[in-house]
DNA sequence: GTGATATATGCAAATATTATTATACTTGCA
DNA sequence: TGCAAGTATAATAATATTTGCATATATCAC
C-alpha cells in the first residue's frame, strides 16, 4: 500500500516539521540545519527519504540544494493535523452488526 | 507531538484497514480475524495500540468486545488517504529563500 | 589546482516496532 | 460449578527504523 508509506515517511517528529516549513517555502539543507537540532547528515537522511518517497524534490542553485514540496497529499494533510476537532465521533447507536452477535447490545463498559 | 503519535498509529497496513472497517460501523475483534488474515493476539494489540492513542474505543456486548471509531480526525484522514491527486504541486517560481542564498537561482537539477 | 563550503553516503550501533507463542482473564451457559 | 467462547496480556524473537560518525562528492572562489 502506497499510501501506508507516505504516512511513516510523515510520521516523525523531524520530517513533520520538515514538511511544515517547506509548505511556507523552498529552504535549502542549512536552512533546516539551524532550526532542527540535529546534525546535517541526519538532516540530509531524512530529506533523502521524502525524496525517495516522492513527497519533495530539490533544484541546485550554486551549491546549495534548494528543497520544495512535490506531493499535494502533503499540505492536505498537514491541514487536518492543524485542525482542531472539539467533538468525539458519535457512539454507535446500537447493537452490533457481528456474525455472531445476536446479543441484546446492552452496553456495560 | 501528539500529531506524530496519531499517524505513527495510522501508518501500518493492518491498522489502517483495521480503521477503514470501522468507518462502515462498529466490528468486534473475530470479525477482524476473518478478513484480516492475522492471528486473534496480533488483532488485539493492534486495536489496543489504537484505543491506547484514543482513536477507538469499544464497548461490551455478551462476550464480544464492539469496537467503534472515536476521534473525528479519523474519518478526514482516510477520505484524504484514498482521493486521487492526479497533479504534482507546481514547482516553486523561482530562486530560494536562504539566508545563504544569493545565487542565481539556475536550475540545474 | 587548492581550499573552503554545502551536502550526501555508507555503515555500525542503538532503538523501536511487529509478530509469535503461550497463558490469563471474563462472560455466558449447561 | 465447570466449561467453552471471545478476547487480552506478557515475554520473546524477528525485523525495521533511526542516529552518529567518518568520509565522500560537488561547487565555488581564489
Redesign the interface.
Known sequence: ?Q??E???S????VR?RILEELLK????V??FEDFLEISQPNVSQHLSLLRRQGLI??????R???Y??????????LE????D?I???P??AC???????T???????
Open positions: 500500500m499510501r501506508v507516505v504516512l511513516k510523515i510520521a516523525h517528529p513533520i517555502g523552498v529552504k535549502c542549512s536552512d524534490d530539490y533544484y541546485m542553485d550554486g546549495l540544494r534548494c520544495f514540496l512535490k506531493d499535494p497529499i502533503i499540505p492536505d494533510l487536518i493535523l492543524t485542525k476537532y467533538e468525539e465521533l457512539a454507535p447493537c452490533p452488526v457481528s456474525k455472531r452477535g446479543y441484546p447490545g446492552a452496553r456495560k463498559h
